[in-house]
């Protein structure tokens, strides 16, 4: 099994590039969909950021507003710590319970947006970053996803650094141009990737 990270700042892009990856035959698992599914609505781990955050970070239906709790953890770093004690033991649950059931010989890639941040370069094989000017990852955040300039910057603030990313990168994937282009590179890391896995 060749193990892979993939990472990026917000609005970089990493969700074409494993989408890419998938369809050339990666198990992805991705970390922020593993995030949203450990606190859904009647989990411990949703019990767990209402007693830590209040029921005021609730939806009238009880689901997380994702949106409110991000407002809140960007703007505070130790209450963006506070979460993370929360979800990322039981996203690491859900990532190894995945990983066990991959075939041996799989190229499995974690897409992991807090790689860089948590130090977790170390975990895999090979790393990936997706890469993009910090005013291409504005203009996706603020046209696309609908997001307030000051909450973007808040976002790609509370991330690591494009430098920082990219000094613990195997491969980097520049997503600022056109999808053919990105198209053509996934295509050559997958095929550094078959390699590898084929000689391990």
Request: proline letters at 4%; zero cysteines; glycine letters at 8%.
């Amino acid at each position: 099994m060749l193990k892979v990270g993939l990472t990026g700042g917000i609005g970089a892009g990493k969700s074409e590039v494993s989408r890419r990856l998938a369809a050339r035959g990666a198990v992805v698992i991705d970390a922020d969909r593993l995030a949203r599914e450990v606190v859904e609505p009647g989990t411990p781990g949703l019990d767990a950021v209402v007693a830590e955050f209040g029921d005021g970070i609730l939806t009238p239906d009880g689901a997380m507003d994702r949106e409110r709790v991000g407002r809140i953890v960007f703007a505070d770093p130790d209450r963006l710590a506070a979460l993370n004690a929360i979800v990322h033991p039981l996203v690491g649950e859900r990532m190894k319970a995945l990983m066990d059931a991959a075939p041996d010989e799989a190229i499995v890639v974690y897409d992991v947006p807090l790689l860089t941040e948590n130090e977790l370069a170390g975990m895999y094989d090979v790393v990936i970053v997706v890469d993009a000017p910090v005013e291409t990852q504005l203009d996706r955040l603020t046209s696309r996803r609908g997001m307030a300039e000051e909450d973007a910057r808040a976002r790609i603030a509370a991330q690591a650094t494009r430098e920082e990313r990219l000094a613990i990168a195997d491969h980097v994937i520049d997503n600022s141009a056109s999808l053919d282009e990105l198209d053509a590179r996934v295509g050559e890391i997958w095929a550094d990737l078959a390699r590898r896995a084929a000689a391990a």
